[in-house]
C-alpha cells in the first residue's frame, strides 16, 4: 500500500495542464525590479546605489542577521532606483530597480552545463555557502537553508527528506525539475546530507509522477542512502509535518520543528538551488515558475530571472485570456491573488495560474448545516467551524486554546464546506490576531 499522513486531507481535481511542458529559459527582461525581502527573516540591506553598474550574480543587498538572506543581481546593467514598490502580496516594500543592458555574469559563476559529482565544500563551508548564494527554501515558506541546516545544540538529526510531492493541483514546476535536472538535484541532496552529517535521505514523490519517481529512482540508486518513495495523492501532503508522517510515521508535536523528531526537510527545488550554489557558486538569481491556467494559449513551465515582471510570464503563455476573472501567485489552495500583474517574480514565486471569471467568483455563503466536513478534512486535527465562530467574535483567547497557531492555512477546509463558508479567511485573522497576542505577552 503506498505511503501518507493519515488525518485529514482532500484530493481536488489535478489539473496539471503543464505537467509534459519541458522548461523554458524566458528571454531576460529589460528591467527587473528585486524586493530586499523575498524570506522569512529580517530583510537585507542594499549594498549598491544609483547609477552603480552590475553583473549577473553581484550581491545587491546583504543579509542583516542570521535568519536572513542575500540577494543578488539577476541581470547586468545600471541600479535605475532603490524605492518603494508594491510587492505581490500588496505590501509596499523596498525594491532595487535594474535597467538590463546584455548578459554580463561575475567570473566566479561557473555556467558550463556539466553535472559536478564530487562534493569538496567541508559541512561549515556548504552552510557559508549556502548563506552567501541566498539560498530560501524554494517550496514557498522561503526559509533561509543555512539556518534550516544549522542543527541547533542538542537536537540531533538522523534523516533529511527530499519533499518531491508538489500536491497543490496545477503547479508542475517541481516535477519537470525532477525530469530534467534529476542528476543535479541528487547531487544536491547529497550536499545537503552532508551538511546535517546524515547517512540517509528520503525523497517522497506523489504517484501522479512516475516517470519523475522512475527517473531519480534510477539517479539515486548510485548514492548511499538516498531513497525514493512514491506516495498516495492526497493534498497538503507537501506539508512538512504531514510529509514527515507519511515518509517516517513520525509525529512533530504543536508549535514544533522538525527537528524535535529527527527530520529536516528540504523542497526539490532548494537541492538544485543548494547544487548550483555549492558546485557551481551560483547565486539564487532565477528559478522555476508555472504559468498555466484553463483557457491559457500555453501552460508551461519557464526558468526566469528573479525580478521579471509577472506580465512578462503571462505573455510568454499566450497572454491574459479573455475570461480571465482572477490571477493567482503560487498554487489554488494556498495561493494568494494578484491585485495587479506587474509585480516581480520573487524567489518565492512558484506558480501563477489564470482562473476564468467562472471560476473565480466566491459561492454564496449559507448557514453552517454542522457536518463536520471541515474537521474530518483538516490534516491539523483541528475544529476550523469553531476556530471561524470564535475569531468572528473576536473570542481570542479561546481561539488560541483551540491550537489556531498549528494551522497551515492549507485551505482544506473552506475547500471542502458545502455551505460556502470562507473559515480560512476568519482562520488566518484569528491566527495572526493570536500572535500578536502571544508577541505581545512574551514582550512583558
Ligand atoms: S486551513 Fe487550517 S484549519 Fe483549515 S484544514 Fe487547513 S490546517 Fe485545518
Ligand atoms: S464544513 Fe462547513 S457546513 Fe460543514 S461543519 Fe464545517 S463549516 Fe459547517
Known sequence: MLKTFPLGGVHPPENKFSESAPT???????????????????????VV????????????????GFVSANIHSSVSGKVAK???????????????????????????????????KEVKLSREDILSRCHEM??????????????????PPGKQCDTLIINGVECEPYLTSDHRLMLEKGEEMVVGISILMKALGVD????????NKPDAIEHIKKISAAYKGISVHSLKIKYPQGAEKQLIKALLNREVPSGMLPIEVGAVVHNVGTAFAVYEAVQKNKPLIDRIVTVTGKSLANPGNYRVRIGTPVSALIDAAGGTPEDTGKIVNG??????????????????????????????RR???????????????CAMGLEPYLLMSLAERDMYDIVEANKVTDC????????????GRPLLDYIRLGKSTVFSIIRERNSK
Open 82 to 116: 532603490i524605492d518603494g514598490v508594491t510587492d505581490s502580496s500588496g505590501y509596499r516594500q523596498t525594491a532595487i530597480t535594474i535597467d538590463a543592458e546584455g548578459d554580463e555574469w561575475l567570473d566566479s559563476v561557473d555556467r558550463s552545463e556539466q553535472l559536478t
Open 200 to 207: 540517509k535521505a528520503m525523497i517522497g514523490i506523489e504517484n
Open 408 to 419: 497551515m492555512e492549507c485551505g482544506s477546509c473552506s475547500y471542502i464546506c458545502p455551505a
Open 49 to 64: 546605489k544609483r547609477g552603480d553598474i552590475v553583473k549577473v550574480g553581484q550581491l545587491i543587498a546583504e543579509s542583516k
Open 363 to 377: 459561492v454564496r455563503v449559507t448557514p453552517c448545516i454542522r457536518c463536520s466536513k471541515c474537521i474530518t478534512v
Open 134 to 151: 541566498g539560498i530560501v527554501g524554494l517550496g514557498g515558506a522561503t526559509f533561509p537553508s543555512h539556518v534550516k541546516l544549522s542543527v
Open 24 to 46: 523554458e529559459e524566458l528571454p531576460v527582461p529589460a528591467q527587473v525590479v528585486i524586493p530586499i525581502s523575498q524570506h522569512i527573516g529580517a530583510p537585507s540591506d542594499p
Open 331 to 360: 498554487g489554488p489552495m494556498m495561493g494568494k491573488a494578484l491585485n495587479k500583474s506587474d509585480v516581480p517574480v520573487v524567489k518565492g514565486t512558484s506558480g501563477i495560474i489564470l482562473f476564468p471569471a467562472s471560476e473565480s
